[in-house]
């Protein structure tokens, strides 16, 4: 593993990505413990761009609901492998 913080150590694909996508996961996550159980990604999504002025002509809703989705995986195996 790179010698880095214990934080970058844990999420480092997370921490190397593009400033909106880790914005957007960020989000989603916040969102989701908020209000668990009952916001859904797309309806989170769609709260990120309306709350910050962008369209979905920049991210589609479906790519980055894949972006979303990628990311999680990869910080839950990050997490299983320590």
Do not use: C, D
């Amino acid at each position: 593993m790179s010698k880095g913080t214990p934080v970058e150590n844990l999420i480092s694909t997370i921490y190397k990505r593009n400033t909106l996508h880790t914005a957007i996961f960020f989000w989603i996550n916040g969102q989701r413990t908020a209000f668990p159980n009952s916001i859904s990604i797309e309806s989170s999504l769609n709260n990120f761009y309306k709350f910050n002025g962008i369209s979905e002509e920049l991210l589609p809703i479906k790519t980055a609901k894949q972006v979303y989705n990628r990311m999680q995986k990869e910080l839950i195996e990050e997490q299983r492998n320590g």
